[in-house]
């Protein structure tokens, strides 16, 4: 499986866009980029995935550069209940599809 | 359409006890994941099932922990003779399909069943 590279955290000032990069080097051509977060010691939540193109939706943009080997997470206008822990995962069917879960990105939006 | 439940959310037992963690997926989802996460640490991919079927269980402990997905009913996950390191939050998240039968969207998780050992 692909590893992820993430800081282990972040600041972001409230209404402020957030960026959250994320490394994945090895990543394969059949390897989805998911992005998922968790907020206290709530359950993950659902973020966004993409496999090549960028995305967007109501919660996030997600830009995958040209290579692959890289993304980031976009946070349009970030909000104090966006504090959380950020995870990068890169899941394929050679492992099941499980998602493997790094240490993430603790994002911090101060107000 | 309710989302993945589990039950109960917390749970305190005494060491050698017995704990049983239950998970109902989301209506339609045949396909759970169960996770753990230590105090203060990440998630841990524990066991993955199909109904009736144990699809992965490469990060299950190999003695004392067991899940099954039944026909019917919910994914339990149980915990014999339970240590104090077994004290954790322990997530369970469904899906309608797996991967590798071309579903590449999101899993669903529960809020999660805390586990405290006396």
């Known amino acids: 499986d692909a590893k992820t590279t993430q800081p282990t955290s972040m600041d972001c000032a409230e209404g402020r866009a957030a960026n959250l990069p994320c490394n994945h080097s090895?990543?394969?051509?059949?390897?989805?980029v998911y992005w998922y977060r968790q907020i206290h010691s709530q359950g993950p939540q659902y973020i966004i995935h993409?496999?090549?193109n960028n995305e967007t939706n109501e919660m996030a943009s997600l830009i995958i550069t040209e290579d692959r080997k890289s993304s980031t997470l976009i946070l349009p206008h970030a909000t104090l209940r966006d504090t959380a822990v950020y995870y990068c995962i890169v899941r394929s069917s050679g492992n099941t599809g499980k998602l493997i879960f790094g240490q993430g990105t603790t994002l911090q939006v101060k107000p | 359409n309710a989302g993945v439940m589990q039950n109960p959310r917390h749970l305190v037992r005494r060491r050698g006890q017995e704990a049983r963690l239950r998970c109902s997926p989301m209506k339609g989802h045949s396909h759970v994941y169960w996770y753990r996460q230590l105090p203060e640490e990440g998630l841990k991919f524990m066991v993955y099932l199909q109904k009736e079927n144990i699809i992965d269980e490469s990060g299950m402990p190999k003695e004392r922990f067991s899940a099954e997905f039944p026909k019917e009913g919910p994914s339990i996950l149980r915990i014999q003779q339970v240590v104090r390191g077994d004290s954790a939050a322990y997530f369970c998240?469904?899906?309608?399909?797996?991967?590798?039968?071309?579903?590449?969207?999101?899993?669903?998780f529960g809020e999660g069943s805390r586990l405290t050992v006396l």
């Open positions: 090895t990543i394969s051509g059949n390897e989805y």
């Open positions: 993409g496999l090549k």
């Open positions: 998240a469904s899906s309608p399909m797996g991967l590798a039968g071309g579903y590449t969207g999101e899993l669903f």
